[in-house]
């Protein structure tokens, strides 16, 4: 096979060897082009290698590219800023920095062009301290006045928390375009200064649609969809960033028809409008509408990405079915993510231990790298459900062991183990090292679970002094589970002042009442049933009929 070198005539100048550049279309063309400009000594022609080296960054690696860099003996400061560039799109903050470095420890003198990738760097990597320095380095060479440079700081200033400085930097500008505005008002939308970022909006001279955008995102920050629709519907013209900011600012408030609407308005739909939707209905406990949106995204051949992978595992662990968990499984096996990514094969494990499938569970939490609170907790939770109580239990001890410090998710789930379990000592060991050990204040759920302990054990009268000297308002959850047990083990007394604290706090909840009417009768005080039931006629509480799904 002739080589691309032979197809156009062995090119002998550089001006021939540049339009060969230009027909390259592989990584394999391109090292043929290089042999080229070594075999014809044109390695040191700066302008020839550059057009290379930008080419080589689409073609092969960043690693190919620095390889021909270093092979220059007077890179000039161009050279050395299309280097940096690639360094910020492709590799770590550190090596774009370090390259900065070396450039300027190299005699080369960092321009305009220079300090926008470093500081974008700095930017990504919210590393502020690091980006102060560049800031002053920037000041030292005369370019903190030019406008991309000072734009470039206010954004990384405004990432990174530091909204006085980016206001700094932005007042002392001046040159301001669209983008520097826009820079102020995404910094005050960050630290949540939602007044100022309006104040800055509102006296911009001129918006586009980012500047739109990032007020309307302001506003569903901080809940406030009144104000968030105001902007939206103001817009001169819409994006798709547009629509997805409000499906998902009506998704977070819980009213998923106006999330639905506005994404069916939508005339363009990307993946991250899509994922919204999905995370919108999952997050609000629609495990099936969040399904079916799933395969409607796949009739179109939307192919999914990676968080709305984990966003359908998340909704068949709602659903609790195993023959979906399982097709869900072999669905994410056969994509293209990769799932060694943390959220993924924990997002996979709580799924597979959730629907049913300990055995898969297991296996995929043995195979994990590191396993971190999550991923034991989905285990613990997974074998609780499951009845295996005690499986559970020494797995939080053994997570314990390996120095995993719980959080109060980890606390409720392993005392509501306990409570299945009928693990009374191990349930309140657990609660009380959660106060003296770990220093934690036991929240109304951590409360409620002990009482459901205390409870299903029979210790009613215990549960009942626990609640009294909680610090916070007991929750319906806690009373509801002290009725429940006053019911089982016929404590009508008990359950008289349980209930009526129950019609307090659930006024319309028949539950509650069909409770209290069954205990009564269960001591043959018929008279007492009687008032019950006169009670929720008044209060037009109405009882739901028992219903099969058979």
Not at 354 to 369: D, I, Q, T, V, Y
Request: net charge neutral.
């Amino acid at each position: 096979m002739r080589s691309i070198c032979q197809h156009y005539a062995s090119p002998r100048s550089a001006a021939s060897i540049a339009t060969l550049l230009k027909v390259c279309k592989s990584s394999e063309h391109l090292q043929q082009v290089h042999a080229c400009i070594i075999k014809r000594g044109l390695e040191q022609d700066h302008f020839l290698i550059s057009h290379f080296i930008s080419l080589a960054n689409s073609l092969a690696t960043l690693a190919y590219s620095v390889a021909v860099f270093d092979r220059l003996l007077m890179p000039t400061s161009f050279l050395w800023n299309t280097l940096i560039k690639f360094h910020c799109q492709k590799s770590s903050f550190s090596d774009t920095l370090s390259v900065f470095v070396r450039m300027k420890a190299d005699g080369a003198l960092p321009d305009s062009y220079t300090y926008p990738s470093v500081i974008k760097a700095c930017s990504i990597m919210c590393n502020a301290r690091e980006g102060k320095s560049v800031h002053g380095s920037a000041l030292r060479c005369g370019v903190e006045g030019d406008l991309f440079v000072g734009t470039s700081l206010i954004d990384m200033y405004g990432k990174c928390g530091e909204i006085g400085d980016a206001r700094k930097v932005f007042d002392r500008m001046s040159e301001r375009n669209v983008v520097s505005w826009t820079a102020v008002v995404v910094g005050y939308v960050t630290v949540g200064d939602i007044v100022e970022a309006k104040k800055m909006f509102d006296v911009m001279p001129q918006r586009n649609v980012a500047s739109w955008n990032a007020m309307m995102r302001g506003f569903v920050k901080v809940g406030d969809l009144s104000s968030a629709r105001g902007v939206f519907d103001a817009m001169p013209e819409r994006n798709v960033v547009s629509f997805t900011t409000m499906i998902d600012g009506y998704a977070k408030v819980g009213d998923m028809a106006a999330s639905r609407f506005l994404f069916e308005q939508a005339t363009e739909k990307d993946i991250v409008a899509w994922s919204a939707l999905i995370t919108g209905y999952v997050q609000n406990g629609q495990p099936n509408q969040a399904l079916k949106v799933f395969l409607e995204m796949e009739s179109k051949n939307v192919k999914p990405d990676e968080f709305i992978l984990v966003s359908l595992m998340t909704a068949s662990s709602q659903l609790g079915c195993l023959e979906l968990a399982q097709w869900v499984d072999s669905y994410v096996n056969n994509s293209s993510i990769d799932l060694q990514q943390d959220h993924v094969i924990s997002a996979l494990l709580d799924m597979n231990a959730k629907c049913g499938n300990m055995e898969r569970a297991l296996k995929l939490f043995k195979e994990m790298p590191k396993r971190d609170l999550v991923s034991y907790c989905s285990m613990i939770q997974g074998l609780s459900i499951h009845g295996r109580g005690e499986e559970a239990v020494n797995l939080f001890n053994r997570m314990l062991m390996e120095g995993l410090t719980p959080d109060e998710v980890a606390f409720t789930i392993i005392l509501t183990v306990c409570s299945h379990a009928g693990l009374v000592d191990k349930g309140w060991s657990y609660f009380q090292s959660m106060q003296q050990k770990y220093g934690m204040s036991p929240s109304p759920d951590h409360y409620a679970c002990m009482v459901d302990l205390l409870s299903r054990s029979g210790q009613l009268r215990d549960a009942y002094e626990l609640i009294k000297l909680m610090h916070v308002e007991p929750h319906a959850g806690a009373w509801g589970a002290l009725l429940g047990a006053c019911k089982l083990y016929g404590d009508s007394e008990l359950g008289e002042i349980v209930a009526n604290r129950l019609f307090e706090l659930e006024p319309q909840n028949a539950a509650n009442y069909v409770l209290l009417s069954n205990i009564y009768a269960a001591a043959e005080r018929w008279i007492d049933v009687s008032l019950v039931r006169d009670k929720m006629r008044e209060r037009r509480v109405r009882k739901i009929p028992g219903c099969s799904k058979i």
